[in-house]
Nanobody, 121 residues
Framework: QVQLVESGGGLVQAGGSLRLSCVVSGSNGLRYDMGWFRQVPGKDREYVAGISRSGYLTYLGESFQGRFTISRDNARNLIFLQMNFLKHEDTAAYYC??????????????WGQGTQVTVSL
């Protein structure tokens, strides 16, 4: 069974950086298109970034361009979200998801449990 586990969240001051990681296990060598989403309580899950299974194609939401970078290391089954110049409004639970390359959260087959990012003013 495919499992996703995120790590790297925490508390950071505005203007700071964090690097989120997501490890994929149980895939039996299959590679998935991957995405990062975030969610604030009471709001819909928001698409942050996506990366194709090869890593050749990447997408960043407009709000994140110039600040965030998505990448992957297929040899280690890892997906990363490098977040720079963090803002207070980036505070959210961040989730990685596997199985699609789209903003539509319902298209993803697998989800991690999330990692909390809190950006102080």
């Amino acid at each position: 069974q495919v499992q996703l586990v995120e790590s790297g969240g925490g508390l950071v001051q505005a203007g700071g950086s964090l690097r989120l990681s997501c490890v994929v296990s149980g895939s039996n060598g299959l590679r998935y298109d991957m995405g990062w989403f975030r969610q604030v309580p009471g709001k819909d899950r928001e698409y942050v970034a996506g990366i194709s299974r090869s890593g050749y194609l990447t997408y960043l939401g407009e709000s994140f361009q110039g600040r965030f970078t998505i990448s992957r290391d297929n040899a280690r089954n890892l997906i990363f979200l490098q977040m720079n110049f963090l803002k207070h409004e980036d505070t959210a639970a961040y989730y990685c998801a596997a199985g699609a390359y789209t903003k539509d959260a319902s298209a993803y087959n697998y989800w991690g449990q999330g990692t909390q990012v809190t950006v102080s003013l």
